[in-house]
């Protein structure tokens, strides 16, 4: 059962992950430390200073290659700004794919909680599973949390 801080975490994630400007996925993240003090936040998109226009935005050969995910973008902006992530947890909206599972690992997350897998593409799933058990080997602990 999600406790209130799960849902309250995973619903700024989710608010978060509107300020996305990809037509067809919007992923939030908000990296949180041991006395439940944010430390950072991060959405998908592009890096700064690269145009995301909507031509852009809705070519995936020209997407994919470009965007930050956004565990990835609360990870370089915590060292932007020179806030460390070690021993926090990371509240996503989907589950963390290879790329952002690598990010979190090193960056010393210690607890991934995700809504639920529900909106997740098919085409992502052998990735998530890899992840999964990527970050489950590295001694990250996952909570798959359903709230209404």
Known sequence: MASKWDVRFLELAN???????????KVGCVVVGADREIRSTGFNGFPRGIEDSDDRLADREEKYPLICHAEENAIMH?????????????????????????????????????????????????????????????GIN???????
């Open 15 to 25: 608010h978060i992950s509107t300020w996305s400007k990809d037509p067809s996925t």
């Open 142 to 148: 996952l909570r798959n949390v359903e709230f209404e």
């Open 78 to 138: 915590a060292a932007r700004v020179g806030v460390s992530l070690k021993d926090c947890t990371a509240y996503v909206t989907w589950p963390p794919c290879t790329r952002c599972a690598r990010s979190l690992i090193q960056a010393g997350i210690v607890e991934v909680v995700y809504a639920g897998k529900d909106n997740v593409p098919e085409r992502w799933e052998e990735d998530f599973t890899r992840s999964t058990n990527m970050m489950k080997e590295a």
